[in-house]
């Protein structure tokens, strides 16, 4: 694979709180974690979403159930690859947008499902753990974890680490990069 | 390869680079982006994952950057904004009061203008200097640059030892040093890059022997650009639909109209009129719900439309072509109406004084639509 179709793109970050890990396995469902016991959230959705049309190429039509009402709802699919010891694993991510429960708020759906729990990074100094989501030239999307230690300190391309740097300042759970649009949230 | 880093090569190449193109298309971000990589010495431009790698993405090596900007040690980025005061001795040298605290009344002083020491700083081993010039046609350029137009020249410059050539061009310049008339000449490591604006028509155009001493790189509106930011699709949608049911549906919309709109400032007044993709990517919005989308682009509107008002100043049936206003397509809030004025025939346009939500859809799908 050339080093062009490796170039990101675009890079999502998200901190990893106690209530996201439960999320991993599938066993939050506690309203300090966001409801859903699965899904992993992203606010405010006016910035998330358009970022993850971007990243996911595929849309199909789904009906919604909740409190009764049936609504029809666009969701966004493609392929996610990550790295474990045993070598790459892939599988389909599909991006839901917000329910009328928690507006502004789109999301990750059944996070569980690609048991990446045990990928999660502890940070050393107590620092935050870090989802991170990367998408390169050829389209391909990774999920890696990593920590805020890792990100300050270690070999991070300075744009990815001035990136985290902002997100740190920042304070805000999620955090993403567009190196295309270049567009960035938090906006810095 | 980026459009950054082919400005840098164009530097290398030619030592002064004049970047034009309609509002909106990204030119200031654009010099940021150059004067990024020329001081960070093209480092990190292009992150690239490493599978495998103990860090995923690690730095990219240095460094891609051309000739002798890339292998000075000390990079320095001076900028500036030419405006209507600008003056010769804010460039280079000249005489000015000296109002500083604790000095007599009646005191002059030289000034070191922002060229001069971008210069300076480039006459140091092993160093090199660019300098950004924004808006450098909205000022008295030619006086701006005086006797230093010639030597601006790559071939015109000092040798990269610092040592003069057969060619070297020097000119009279007031020494800040001394006050003594000098005569100087510009370093091989000075580079600048221009930035403007062609269709701003409140400026005289360039003069044409200051241009030919530039080379041109011009930037165009892009949809793709476009698409990309609001996340639709990489081609046109065939047919709009005749009401829209998400935001999509009105960004692509617009995004058509954009297309046809600049289309036809182009046919009308020049490819240098159009309007850039910024202009309806303001505040970096991308509305997530059809609601907001017609409101955002209700109002990306009104930047448009004054544009074509600008543009065709005067042209009241150039305005109403470039609106699609000729045509009689229903959903259209503008339309050309054939009048008199006594025995004299006139032409003006009705339609609201400004689009709101509810009318902007049906406006981008009349003026997406192309004359047969």
């Known amino acids: 694979m050339s080093s062009s179709s490796q170039t990101i793109e675009r890079v999502l970050l998200q901190n990893i709180e106690d209530g996201d890990r439960r999320k991993f396995i599938a066993k939050s469902n506690d309203a300090d974690s966001g409801g859903g016991a699965r899904d992993l959230r992203f606010r405010p959705e006016t910035e998330f979403l358009p970022l993850f049309r971007r990243m996911f190429p595929n849309k199909t039509i ?66 935050r753990s870090v989802f991170m989501m990367f998408q390169q030239a050829n389209g391909d999307i990774w999920l890696y974890f990593t920590t805020e230690t890792s990100l300050l300190t270690q070999n991070w391309d300075p744009k990815i680490k001035k990136f985290a740097q902002d997100w740190f300042d920042d304070g805000c759970k999620s955090a993403f990069l567009d190196l295309v649009t270049k567009e960035q949230y938090p906006h810095v | 390869m980026s459009d950054a880093n082919d400005i840098l090569d164009l530097l290398e190449n030619r030592r002064n680079v004049l970047l034009a193109g309609p509002p909106g298309t990204g030119k200031s971000m654009l010099l940021s982006e150059v004067a990024s990589l020329f001081e960070a010495k093209g480092h990190s431009s292009t992150p690239i994952h490493k599978p495998g790698a103990p860090v995923p993405i690690p730095p990219t090596p240095t460094t891609s950057l051309p000739g002798s900007i ?27 009061p000296d109002v500083r605290t604790g000095t007599p009344p009646g005191t002059f002083r030289i000034t070191e203008g922002i060229l001069y020491r971008a210069s300076e700083y480039a006459k140091q081993p092993d160093s090199a200097a660019l300098l950004i010039i924004d808006e450098i046609n909205r000022g008295p350029t030619v006086q701006v640059f005086g006797g230093a137009i010639v030597a601006i020249e790559s071939d015109k410059r000092l040798a990269p030892d610092g040592k003069s050539t057969p060619a070297t061009q020097f000119f009279d310049l007031i020494n800040p040093a001394d006050g003594d008339l000098i005569e ?40 793709s650009v476009l698409r990309a930011h609001f996340g639709v699709a990489a081609t046109p949608m065939a047919s709009l639909p005749p009401s829209p ?80 206003a000729d045509r009689g397509i229903a959903g259209n809030p503008y339309s050309l109406e054939e009048t008199s004025f006594g025995d004299a025939p006139r032409a003006m346009i009705n339609g609201p004084v400004s689009i709101d939500a509810s009318q902007v859809y049906d406006l981008f799908v009349a003026l997406s639509q192309k004359a047969v």
């Open chain 1, 62 to 127: 789904k009906t919604r159930k909740a409190k009764g009402v049936t609504s029809q709802i666009e969701v966004l699919s493609g392929t996610v690859t990550w790295n474990e010891p045993t070598g790459d694993k892939s599988a389909t991510m599909e991006i839901w947008p917000a329910t009328d429960a928690r507006p502004n708020e789109c999301r990750i759906a059944r996070i569980s499902e690609f048991a990446l729990d045990g990928l999660i990074q502890n940070d050393p100094n107590g620092g």
């Open chain 2, 70 to 96: 890339g292998t000075s040690t000390n990079r320095k980025v001076f900028r500036c904004v030419l405006h209507q005061s600008s003056k010769y001795r804010d460039f280079l040298t000249g005489v000015m």
């Open chain 2, 184 to 223: 100087y000449a510009f370093p091989s490591r000075l580079y600048i890059l221009a930035a403007m604006n062609q269709a701003d028509v409140s400026v005289e155009p360039l003069d044409v022997a200051f241009l030919r001493r530039w080379a041109p790189f011009n930037l165009e509106p892009k949809s």
């Open chain 2, 245 to 324: 049911s998400s935001a999509d549906d009105v960004s692509e919309a617009a995004i058509q109209a954009f297309d046809a709109v600049n289309q036809r400032i182009a046919l009308g007044r020049g490819p240098e009129f159009r309007i850039g993709h910024g202009v309806l990517m303001a505040n970096n919005a991308k509305p997530s719900n059809v609601a907001d989308a017609l409101a955002h682009f209700a109002t990306a509107w009104r930047t448009v439309k004054n544009h074509i008002d600008e543009a065709f100043f005067g042209d009241v049936r150039g305005t109403a072509i470039a609106l699609n």
